[in-house]
C-alpha cells in the first residue's frame, strides 16, 4: 500500500532555532501534500496545501513566513519551523495524495522547543 | 471540505463487544470518509463511502451514510485491543477533495 515517511518523529531543540521537517511519498508520486498540525488531546488542524512547484496555501491564522513550505517533487515536502519558539511545540503530520484517492498519512513529528 | 462532527466523543468497550459512533456534518456532501489515529501517530484511511451508497463493509468495519439526515455512523464489530484509537470523520464537498477537516473524533478504549 501507499506508504508516506515523515522525519524525523521526534524533534527537541532550543527556542529560536529553525527546525525542517521532511515528508516523502515512498511508492508513489503524491499531486498534493498537506501539512497539519496537532495540540495534544485536540483534533488535527489543517495548516497548509502544497502542490509541486507552487506556493502553499496556509490556512487561515497560519503564518506563511514562519511555517516555510517547499515541495520540490512529486515525492518531498519540507515544512521549516522557523525561529520557533515553545508556543510551537506540537505534533506535526504531513499526508500525501494521489488525484481523487484518500490520503495517506504519515507518521508525524513530536516537536518540542525548550 | 467540511468539519465533521463525531459522537460520542469517548466510548469504552470490552473486547469482544461492537463499538459505534456516529458522525454528523452540514452541508452536501460528494462523500465521507473515516480515518483512525492511534496515540501519537498519523491517520490511517479506513473506508471511504459515496453519497449515493448507504452503506459500506470493510472486514470488521461497517458504515452507513444517511445523506436525509447528514449523518453517518461507524461500526466495529467483535472489538479487539488493537481497535483502541481515536475514529475521525471527514466530510467532503463536490469543490474541495483534498482538504480534509477533522472535529475532535471518538476515542475509543477496548478493554481486554
Known amino acids: 500500500g501507499a506508504v508516506v515517511s515523515q522525519h524525523p518523529s521526534w524533534v527537541i531543540c532550543k527556542s529560536g532555532t529553525s527546525v525542517k521537517i521532511e515528508c516523502r511519498s515512498l511508492?508513489?508520486?503524491?499531486?498534493?501534500m498537506f501539512w497539519y498540525r496537532q495540540f495534544p488531546k485536540q483534533s488535527l488542524m489543517l495548516m497548509a496545501t502544497?502542490?509541486?512547484?507552487?506556493?502553499?496555501?496556509?490556512e487561515q491564522g497560519v503564518e506563511k513566513d514562519k511555517f516555510l513550505i517547499n515541495h520540490a517533487s512529486l515525492t518531498l515536502s519540507t515544512l521549516t519551523v522557523t525561529s520557533a519558539h515553545p508556543e510551537d511545540s506540537s505534533f506535526y503530520i504531513c499526508?500525501?495524495?494521489?488525484?481523487?484517492?484518500?490520503?495517506?498519512f504519515g507518521d508525524g513529528t513530536r516537536l518540542s522547543i525548550l | 471540505s467540511q468539519q465533521g462532527e463525531e459522537d460520542p466523543q469517548a466510548l469504552s468497550i470490552q473486547e469482544g463487544e461492537n463499538a459505534t459512533m456516529n458522525c454528523s456534518y452540514k452541508?452536501?456532501?460528494?462523500?465521507l470518509q473515516w480515518y483512525r489515529q492511534n496515540s501519537g501517530r498519523g491517520l490511517v484511511h479506513l473506508i471511504l463511502?459515496?453519497?449515493?451508497?448507504r452503506e459500506k463493509h470493510s472486514g470488521r468495519l461497517r458504515v452507513t451514510l444517511d445523506t436525509s439526515k447528514k449523518s453517518s455512523s461507524l461500526l466495529i464489530t467483535a472489538s479487539r485491543a488493537a481497535d483502541t484509537a481515536s475514529y475521525f470523520c471527514?466530510?467532503?464537498?463536490?469543490?474541495?477533495?483534498?482538504?480534509?477537516?477533522f472535529g475532535a473524533g471518538t476515542q475509543v478504549v477496548v478493554t481486554p
Open positions: 499526508s500525501a495524495e494521489r488525484y481523487n484517492q484518500p490520503q495517506h
Open positions: 511508492d508513489f508520486q503524491a499531486t498534493t
Open positions: 502544497s502542490n509541486e512547484g507552487s506556493k502553499a496555501t496556509y
Open positions: 452541508t452536501s456532501i460528494n462523500n
Open positions: 463511502i459515496r453519497s449515493n451508497e
Open positions: 471527514a466530510p467532503m464537498t463536490t469543490d474541495s477533495w483534498g482538504k480534509l477537516q
